[in-house]
């Protein structure tokens, strides 16, 4: 049976940014393939700092018409909306899953495979139709809200959970609206949704309760024609299970056994903002850390410490959510109109 360092299972931001990283070591990385996921594909100030930091820049081709100043805040129970400043990069998802992946050195072994089940040190993953069985040192979960790693080797986190859902809809790039909205809709969700315009396509999506989701998700469509909003004849849909964290308990970081140590990165660990759901930033940081500290005394002790700053900020967030996601306080931030810029209404 081959023997590796260190596998990593998933190849998103976290995956790919971690494996680029580690040095000196045999790595096997597995990833699911390169598909759209049911993300905003914006990438965030704090992400665009976290790029900086690795002196990385952004590839023209990876960039998606039209570029943003600003979002959209719709209401739909009380039909106030604001537009508030943002600086987000419009980008496709898949082509920056894809050239992350490019960045990872040559020495680091990359499969498009499906991890199928994990014992003890052993981790098996089916390619081509086979099945392979190989085994490591450390093992490293960057596969996700539904997490095979993190399900294998921990407690269910304690964090609210949701099913994202997204499609494309073919529009004129020229004209449509609303390039950038972020949506609230008590009646159908206590999470948030968005659309985007994205090189001849409008995208939609939102997170919802497992609970009747994709009802939730069409009631939501026929809410926004209030607004102009007329989502009709979508030529795909996506979806993927999402996380909220709420508390210290909504994070998992690692465990050592007597053969091999387990570590999550990412939204696998719970990494992801409760407020936006934007994961990018987490991602980048959560890698960063557990390769700075692989070769420490304890791994574990020195990415705990690492990662403690992010972790309440994530936490701390949630005040911001109570704003946000509270209808009754929601609308009266909006009817205030603080730090929102005001928009000409016969152009909006």
Known sequence: MEKFDLIIIGAGPAGATLARLIKNKKVLVLHGGFKEKPCGGLLAPDAQKSLAKFDLTLPKHILVDPQIFSVRTMDLESGIQRWYQRMYINMSRKKFDDWLIRLIHDEVQVLEATC????????????DGKNYTVCTDVIVGADG??????????????TRKYMAIQQWFKCDIETARPFYSCIFDEKTSDCCSWSINKSGYLIFGGAFPFDRCRERFELQKERLRKFDIHLNNPVKTEACQV????????FALGKHFDSHSVYLIGEAGGFISPSSLEGFSSAFITATALSDSLDKKNPLKSYKALTGKLKLQLIFKNIKCVFMYTPFLRKLLM?????????RKDLA
């Open 116 to 127: 199928t089940h994990i014992n003890k040190n052993e981790v098996t993953y089916r390619m």
């Open 145 to 158: 809200a539904n997490s095979i790693v993190r399900k294998t080797f921990f407690k269910p986190l304690k």
């Open 243 to 250: 996380l909220r964290p709420s508390g210290p308990k909504s």
């Open 335 to 343: 009817k205030s109109g603080l730090d929102s810029i005001e928009v």
